[in-house]
């Protein structure tokens, strides 16, 4: 074999490898972009298409930023009914802008360990010694009767970041601050 045929061999080689790399490197790209809700900020994949892309249960092991219609307890579960949204900073305030999501409203449930983090105005006022903003924990039972305390539209203008667990339950819920 003379030294050009060994030098064609190799080219082609290694134009195959790195074929074979670009199309592992765009499969794993596509595929984290589908599981993490394309990026923070950008409102996320819709459940359903995750959980048939990857045959898990929807939103397992990602974060979500939702608005959340209602929760409730019922045998010994805490369940929100949730709807994905966006939050932009607002600038002028210090504070979330939070643009709702359209479309239904998904049923989620709690992790019986999950915690929960309130700011106002979900916590209320009564927290002495910390700012509003700050987020103080509360028990899920808590933040059902908070919930369904809250004004209408006032709860409707809430946003939380929500982690969910590799079943699909959430570990973490914490509210956004709104003035």
Do not use: H
């Not at 074929?19 to 765009?26: E, K, N």
């Not at 939103?59 to 608005?67: M, S």
């Not at 966006?86 to 802008?97: A, H, L, S």
């Amino acid at each position: 074999m003379s030294a050009t045929s060994a030098t064609s061999v190799t080219s082609v080689i290694s134009a195959s490898r790195r074929r074979g790399a670009m199309r592992l490197l765009s499969v794993v790209a596509f595929s984290s972009l589908a599981l993490t809700g394309c990026g923070e900020g950008k409102e996320p994949a819709e459940p359903t298409a995750v959980a048939a892309s990857t045959g898990r249960t929807p939103w397992a092991g990602t974060k979500q930023f939702v608005t959340v219609d209602k929760a409730w307890a019922e045998g010994g579960l805490t369940y929100l009914s949730v709807r994905p949204a966006e939050k932009k900073v607002n600038t002028q305030f210090d504070t979330w802008e939070i643009i709702p999501g359209t479309g239904a409203f998904t049923t989620v449930t709690m992790a019986k360990d999950a915690r929960v983090l309130l700011t106002a105005p979900v916590r209320g006022d009564d927290a002495s010694g910390v700012g509003r903003g700050e987020p103080l924990p509360s028990s899920q039972a808590e933040f059902v009767t908070l919930l369904t305390q809250l004004d209408p539209g006032t709860a409707a203008g809430v946003g939380y970041d929500l982690s969910f667990d590799g079943q699909g339950q959430v570990a973490k819920l914490q509210s956004l601050y709104r003035p």
